[in-house]
Each structure stands twice: as structure tokens, then as C-alpha cells.
């Protein structure tokens, strides 16, 4: 073998081994963790920030967009809505069913998600209006709102009582 292939195959050799004893130490490690954690953590709060920018719901439960269902007020879990003032969240659905005080006993279906930040909201008897606790945005009993920081109404559904049956139908 010739001086020139020689000091190839040694310089071929030299590279492999670099290739293979490359590593970093702890403290590297650490450092390209944090950082790539950070990124991951700043692209999410910028993605919330922005407009339109709400992050998916990872377990979306009303992908089709249509309601409509029926539920019992004979049953335990729906019995709250037999009396004025209460309310029901029907979380498989999004939807919160009030049942207003006043002389008729009227039904109200809204939307149950905040539209600020998807927060479950709660019904206000005294005030007859929903209520969010997050941030304090609060809606008329049409679902319009009265009070941001939310800057849409909620989408709010037909609701119709068979009182022989004592079913209350939530439907769009």
C-alpha cells in the first residue's frame, strides 16, 4: 500500500471516531431541554394571545356543531331543573340549561363555554343571566354579552317542555 492511501484510511478512521465519541455533558443537556421546553411553552401562549388563536380542545366532546336531545326531569341527575332558579350543565353537549324564575318557569339553553377562554359558566338566578368565573364575563339571558372581557354572545338553543312526559327537548 502506497504513504497516500495509508494516511486516508487513517484520516476515514479518525472521522468515524469522532462521529461516535461526540456527547454532551450534563449541564448541555439541561440547557437544550430548558430551551426546547421554553419554545414549546412560548409558541402556546402566543398561539392564545393572538386573535383567533385558541388552542384546540385536545377532547373535543360536540364536534358536530348540532344539538338536540332530550332529557328527563324524573331523573335524579335532571331533578335540580324541576325547580325555578336551578340550572343544569350538560357537559357531553356544552350546554347549560336554566330554568328561569319567574311566573312560567321558563327554560333558557346556552352555550356552557365562556366565549373569552372556554370556562364553564354558571347561571344567576337573582340577576337572570350567566355568569363567568374566571375573568367575570357575564351574558344576558339571550346569551348576549353585557360584560367582558368576552366579546361574543353565546350561541344559544331552542328548548322545548312536554309537561305530560316531563321532558325538557335542547335543540339548535
Known amino acids: ?79 335540580g331543573l324541576k325547580t325555578k332558579g336551578n340550572y343544569l350543565v350538560i357537559k357531553a353537549q356544552n350546554v347549560i340549561i336554566a330554568r328561569v324564575n319567574d311566573t312560567n318557569g321558563t327554560f333558557l339553553a346556552v352555550d356552557s363555554r365562556c366565549t373569552h ?11 337572570n343571566d350567566f355568569y363567568c368565573p ?3 364575563s357575564t351574558f344576558s339571558s339571550t346569551g348576549a354579552v353585557t360584560k367582558g372581557p368576552a366579546s361574543l354572545a353565546l350561541t344559544r338553543f331552542n328548548t322545548s317542555f312536554d309537561a305530560t312526559n316531563n321532558t325538557l327537548r335542547v335543540f339548535a
Open 117 to 127: 377562554e372556554q370556562t364553564t359558566i354558571n347561571y344567576r338566578s337573582s340577576s
Open 1 to 79: 500500500m502506497n504513504e497516500t492511501s495509508n494516511t486516508n484510511i487513517d484520516t476515514i478512521n479518525s472521522i468515524e471516531q469522532n462521529k461516535t465519541n461526540q456527547t454532551i455533558d450534563r449541564k448541555e443537556f439541561m440547557k437544550q431541554v430548558g430551551l426546547s421546553f421554553g419554545a414549546i411553552m412560548l409558541m402556546n401562549c402566543l398561539q392564545s394571545c393572538g386573535d383567533g388563536g385558541d388552542i384546540p380542545d385536545p377532547n373535543p366532546t360536540n364536534t358536530t356543531g348540532k344539538v338536540d336531545f332530550t332529557i328527563n326531569l324524573n331523573d335524579a341527575a335532571n331533578a
Open 134 to 136: 374566571n375573568h367575570g
